[in-house]
């Protein structure tokens, strides 16, 4: 059974900075990508980042390019997201997601398997 497992949310001001980790098990995602979607109050879950697993490429959505940087250890079979700079409205359940496919990175339905979710809250 596969399973992907979050956590290092948490409240931070804002400025401020948070790791985000999320552990796969049940199942290698090596060879896959990995991303991170976000889900606020009332909005939809939204594209955040992903990586590839062939030479490591990276996306990120414009509302977070510069400031958040996805990486994986695939050793570990783990994807981190380090987040600086952080605004209140990041504030939000951060999701680790995982597929098999080849896929269209920023839609939700491209992935297959989720974590539980993290809270992360930025405080102005």
């Known amino acids: 059974q596969v399973q992907l497992v979050e956590s290092g949310g948490g409240l931070v001001q804002a400025g401020g900075s948070l790791r985000l980790s999320c552990a796969a098990s049940g199942r290698t995602f090596r060879n896959s990508p990995l991303a991170w979607f976000r889900q606020a109050p009332g909005k939809e879950r939204e594209f955040v980042a992903t990586i590839r697993w062939s030479g490591g490429r990276t996306y990120y959505s414009d509302s977070v390019k510069d400031r958040f940087t996805i990486f994986r250890d695939n050793a570990k079979d783990t994807v981190y997201l380090q987040m600086n700079s952080l605004k209140p409205e990041d504030t939000a359940v951060y999701y680790c997601?995982?597929?098999?496919?080849?896929?269209?990175?920023?839609?939700?339905?491209?992935?297959?398997?989720w974590g539980q979710g993290t809270q992360v809250t930025v405080s102005s």
């Open positions: 997601a995982a597929t098999y496919r080849s896929s269209t990175y920023y839609l939700a339905g491209s992935w297959d398997y």
